[in-house]
C-alpha cells in the first residue's frame, strides 16, 4: 500500500437517473426523497457510500487490506472482534472485554492506536470513510471513533422533480382465496422520469497522514468507484442511472489553498431549453469557470 495522499481534493459528482427511484424515503411510503420546501430531489451520503462499499468488494473480493466493515450479513462486532484477537483479547463478552482492555491498557497505553491501525489497514470504508465501532466504545477505548478523510454530502438535483406514482399489476395472486376472486393484483412503484442530481465531496491529506493512513491508491480507488458505483449495481426499481461526470480540484498543499465552496461555485449547470422539462443530459450544459479557480489549485474532469 502506498503513502498517504498529501493533497487536499475537493469534489463534484453529477449523476442522472431515469425512470427510476434513485433513494427511497422509507418514511414517506418509498417515494423518491424530496426537499418539501422547495421539490428538489435528495440522495443522501449514506446511499452514495453504500455504492462506493459495493463497487469496491466486487473489484477486490475481500482482498487483503480492502475489507468492507459495513455490509450486509456481517455483524459489526464479527469485524471488530478480528482487531481484538489481533492483539491477543478472545473474549466474546461486553464485560469480559472491558475487563480485559482495562488490564492490558495498564502495561500498554499505545492499544488504542494498535487496534485503530488495524482496523484502518485491514478495512477501505474505515479508512476512507471512518466509523464508529461500538464494540470499542463500550470498552472505553478511543479508537472506537474513527474521523476518515473522505467526507460527502447529501446530493441535490440541478431542478425540482416530479416523482410519479405509476400503478402496475401482477398475474400472480398470492393466496388461493384471493385466486378465486380475481386473476390480478395491483401495486405501485414510484419514479422519477427525468432528475441531473449532484453531490460534493472533500477529501483530507491532514486526516489521511494523522489518522488512517488513506493512500495514493486508495485516491484512485476511490475515484474509480465513484464513476462506476451504478455500473455494477443495477436495480429496476432504480431505473438507468449513471454517473455523468467526475470533476475534481486538487490543491498544490495538505491544507488546502482555497475555501471549498468557492471552487464548487466555479461548477456552472444550466438548462439548455429553460421552457421544456429535461429528460436527458444532453439538456443541460456543465461549464467550469476557469478564472475564478484560484492558484494552487488545478481541476480535472473525469467522465
Request: glycine share 6%; charged share 30%; proline share 6%.
Amino acid at each position: 500500500m502506498s503513502d498517504p495522499i498529501r493533497n487536499r481534493y475537493d469534489f463534484v459528482i453529477l449523476f442522472d437517473v431515469e425512470n427510476g427511484n434513485p433513494n427511497g424515503d422509507p418514511d414517506a411510503g418509498n417515494m423518491p426523497r424530496i426537499d418539501p420546501e422547495t421539490g428538489y430531489g435528495l440522495v443522501t451520503d449514506v446511499c452514495l457510500k453504500r455504492k462506493i462499499r459495493n463497487y469496491v468488494e466486487t473489484v477486490k473480493e475481500d482482498e487483503p487490506g480492502y475489507k468492507i466493515y459495513i455490509k450486509d450479513n456481517v455483524p459489526l462486532n464479527r469485524s471488530d472482534r478480528t482487531a481484538l484477537q489481533y492483539v491477543g483479547i478472545e473474549e466474546t463478552e461486553d464485560k469480559a472485554i472491558k475487563e480485559t482492555v482495562k488490564k492490558m491498557k495498564k502495561d500498554d497505553p499505545e492499544l488504542d492506536l494498535k487496534l485503530r491501525d488495524f482496523m484502518c489497514r485491514n478495512f477501505f470504508d474505515v479508512r476512507t470513510f471512518g466509523a464508529v465501532m461500538t464494540t470499542f466504545v463500550k470498552a472505553s477505548l478511543n479508537c472506537g471513533q474513527v474521523r476518515g478523510p473522505v467526507q460527502i454530502g447529501f446530493a441535490q438535483s440541478v431542478d425540482p422533480i416530479i416523482p410519479q406514482e405509476v400503478t402496475i399489476t401482477r398475474i400472480a395472486i398470492t393466496t388461493e382465496a384471493d385466486a378465486e376472486q380475481k386473476g390480478t393484483e395491483m401495486g405501485r412503484k414510484h419514479i422519477v422520469p427525468y432528475g441531473l442530481y449532484r453531490a460534493e465531496g472533500f477529501v483530507s491529506a491532514n486526516l489521511a497522514r494523522k489518522v488512517t493512513g488513506f493512500s495514493e491508491d486508495d485516491l484512485l480507488l476511490l475515484w474509480q468507484a465513484i464513476l462506476n458505483m451504478f455500473e455494477n449495481d443495477r436495480s429496476a426499481a432504480r431505473g438507468k442511472m449513471a454517473v455523468r461526470e467526475l470533476i475534481v480540484f486538487k490543491h498544490d498543499s495538505e491544507l488546502g489553498n482555497a475555501p471549498a465552496h468557492k471552487l464548487f461555485d466555479a461548477v456552472k449547470i444550466q438548462r439548455i431549453h429553460p421552457d421544456t422539462p429535461p429528460r436527458q443530459y444532453t439538456d443541460y450544459s456543465v461549464e467550469i469557470d476557469t478564472g475564478s479557480i484560484p492558484e494552487g489549485v488545478t481541476c480535472t474532469r473525469m467522465a
